[in-house]
T-cell receptor, first 115, second 111 residues
């Protein structure tokens, strides 16, 4: 089954404790992206990757890091989480950054709480 | 700057009635516009797109959207609402290598 998986689905952590949210897709997609969803703000893009070893900042990259060493994986790293990073996070992928960019496949989401 | 606006936080419709979820856009050049739906505890799912051509585009689950250039709108519509259509709907626009999402509209269909 074609899918985007994220782990963990739920995470409660404390300020300053480094964490990684994993994202993996099995569709051989080139383009991958991370979003955060906050009430009243919709989805805002954190980082995206056009292909392996190619990443770029989205609209809200501060406090986050990403890497793309393999095509299928795109982990999101919070080196020193803060309470304002409490949010619902989605990973997404699409076939290419070109004409098919709009048809993104989303993971189930990771609900992160930072206390 | 490319952006979309969803003026309604919530839309309530009775089952069987037509529904409209509103979206207006602000873009330079020709817009690439999309609708996504988010069911409870799920990620977003692509519904439909407007790239070029016919102003009325059809998508999944019986939804359609009308592109109106003069009013800079891309409203989502369905002739007869189902309770199962209750979800969060996002309008979006393509900006370079990114998709910019609106703030979302919660659609509630009452039996």
């Amino acid at each position: 089954e074609a899918q985007v998986t994220q782990n963990p689905r739920y995470l409660i952590t404390v300020t300053g404790k480094k964490l990684t949210v994993t994202c993996s897709q099995n569709m051989n997609h080139e383009y991958m992206s991370w979003y955060r969803q906050d009430p009243g703000l919709g989805l805002r893009q954190i980082y995206y990757s056009m292909n392996v070893e190619v990443t770029d900042k989205g609209d809200v990259p501060e406090g986050y890091k990403v890497s793309r060493k393999e095509k299928r994986n795109f982990p999101l790293i919070l080196e020193s989480p803060s309470p304002n990073q409490t949010s619902l996070y989605f990973c997404a992928s699409s076939l290419s950054p070109g004409p098919n960019l709009y048809e993104q496949y989303f993971g189930p989401g990771t609900r992160l709480t930072v206390t | 700057a490319q952006s979309v606006a969803q003026p309604e936080d919530q839309v309530n419709v009775a089952e069987g009635n037509p529904l409209t979820v509103k979206c207006t856009y602000s873009v330079s050049g020709n817009p690439y516009l999309f609708w996504y739906v988010q069911y409870p505890n799920r990620g977003l799912q692509f519904l439909l797109k407007y790239i070029t051509g016919d102003n009325l585009v059809k998508g999944s689950y019986g939804f359609e959207a009308e592109f109106n250039k003069s009013q800079t709108s891309f409203h989502l519509k369905k002739p007869s609402a189902l309770v199962s259509d209750s979800a969060l709907y996002f309008c979006a626009v393509k900006k370079a290598s990114k998709i910019i999402f609106g703030s979302g509209t919660r659609l509630s269909i009452r039996p």
